[in-house]
């Protein structure tokens, strides 16, 4: 059983063929599309992903070709007519891409969960022994005294 995808890929090896056939010179106009007997009509159809290409036999002189509606919306791009060349300098500076400043590492600072920098911050060893206190002499009186 095959898939969707396998179809699409199907379509897609076809699709260099058919548009080698577009650009050969049968494909070229709509009077080269048909049969000189006019009893054959190629017709090739694009829809989103798919491109088919068929052929209607008509084996009687009276038939006519299949009526072929387009179906969907039509697009035709044209210039204005004050149109004006744009301006290289106006297009380079659209292209331009904004650089974005990297932030810098900061040494010993993390963030924590609730988005809270910690930082750690290093103290040599103090020695209590060097340390000046202006009144110990006066607290060690007042604690024999009470």
């Known amino acids: 059983m095959s898939t969707t995808k396998e179809n ?3 379509s897609f090896k ?3 063929n058919i548009y080698n056939n577009l650009n050969t010179n049968k494909f070229n106009s709509y009077d080269k599309l048909k049969d000189k007997d006019k009893k054959n009509l190629y017709v090739i159809s694009f829809n989103q992903y798919l491109i088919t290409k068929e052929f ?4 009687k002189e009276n038939e006519q070709p299949p009526k072929l509606q387009e179906i969907g919306p039509r ?16 297009f380079q500076e659209a292209l331009r891409t904004v650089k974005k400043q990297e932030k810098t ?3 010993n600072v993390h963030v924590d969960e ?6 750690k911050v290093y103290v040599q060893k103090q020695n209590f022994s060097k340390l000046h206190t202006k ?3 006066f607290v060690k009186k ?3 005294n009470t």
């Open 14 to 16: 076809n699709m260099d």
């Open 8 to 10: 699409l890929n199907d």
């Open 114 to 119: 609730f988005g809270h920098n910690i930082k």
């Open 135 to 137: 009144h110990t002499k």
């Open 105 to 107: 590492k900061i040494k």
């Open 75 to 90: 697009f035709e791009f044209t210039l204005e007519e004050n149109y004006k060349t744009p301006e290289y300098n106006l």
């Open 142 to 144: 007042n604690k024999f």
């Open 56 to 59: 209607f036999n008509i084996n």
